[in-house]
Nanobody, 115 residues
């Protein structure tokens, strides 16, 4: 069973940056269409960024130009670079498949943007 472990969250002021990491317990992560999701209190989980097997990326409008999804060379970790953070980016962030169902969700990583 695949295990996903997210890390890198924290408390940051508006305008700050964070880099989230998602490690998966399988070496062939690069063949999968992966996404970063977030869930704010009282809201549904939404996908904010995805990266295809070929490296094509997509972003929800609210994070375009500020967030960047990427993979490392070993293809076992997916990253989310978050710049120019806003208060409304506050949420628990998760990674998972971007299509075809989901692996078991990890614990997520809390991102809090506050002055």
């Amino acid at each position: 069973q695949v295990q996903l472990v997210e890390s890198g969250g924290g408390l940051v002021q508006p305008g700050g940056s964070l880099r989230l990491s998602c490690a998966a317990s399988r070496a062939d992560l690069n063949v999968y269409f992966m996404g970063w999701y977030r869930q704010a209190p009282g809201k549904q989980r939404e996908m904010v960024a995805s990266i295809s097997r070929g490296g094509i990326t997509h972003y929800v409008d609210s994070v375009k130009g500020r967030f960047t999804i990427s993979r490392d060379n070993a293809k076992t970790t997916v990253y989310l670079q978050m710049n120019s953070l806003k208060v409304e980016d506050t949420a628990v962030y998760y990674c998972n498949l971007a299509s075809g169902g989901f692996w078991p969700w990890g614990q997520g990583t809390q991102v809090t943007v506050s002055s």
